[in-house]
């Protein structure tokens, strides 16, 4: 009867040879989550300053809208509040929607340079990573060599 051979043993020990590292993994996940914790701190700020200036412009609105509703004694007096009512409206229009691509400019610039020194660390860590491998490959590679 033929005898089949034991390959776990050989398995193991080829397994053995080349280590696997995980903190490469690790330090990816903890940048990956930093990285994640910045652009969300910018979506935020973003979104909080954007509610500010929607309530102030929603304020302000209403505020001259009561103006206008109020009684007139002339018929010409209302002519003219509606007139300066839309006046006030596209002046304010025009300051908040400056405020809004102010906004939305530091965020793409904040965005960019996040995602620039991420890609730079990352590069860096890649760089380092195999680094590492080819020096863990090379030493079990020479241990292997020497047991024969």
């Known amino acids: 009867m033929a ?11 080829m397994m053995g040879a080349f280590p696997v590292d995980t903190t490469a993994m690790e330090d990816a996940f903890k940048s990956t989550a930093s990285l994640n914790e910045k652009l969300s701190g910018v979506a935020l700020e973003a979104a909080e300053k954007s509610a500010e200036i929607s309530n102030k412009w929603t304020k302000d609105t209403l505020a001259k809208l009561t103006e206008m509703s109020k009684a007139k004694t002339e018929p010409a007096d209302y002519a003219k509040a509606a007139t300066d009512f839309a006046s006030a409206s596209a002046e304010v229009a025009a ?4 405020a809004f691509a102010e906004i939305a400019k530091k965020v793409q610039t904040e965005t960019v340079e996040l995602l620039m020194a991420a890609g730079k ?7 380092a990573a195999v680094k590492k491998a080819t020096n863990d490959v090379t030493t079990a590679a020479k241990k292997a060599a020497a047991a024969k």
């Open 95 to 98: 300051e908040n929607l400056a």
């Open 3 to 13: 005898k089949t051979q034991d390959f776990s043993a050989i398995m193991k020990d």
């Open 121 to 127: 660390d990352a590069a860096e860590e890649a760089t």
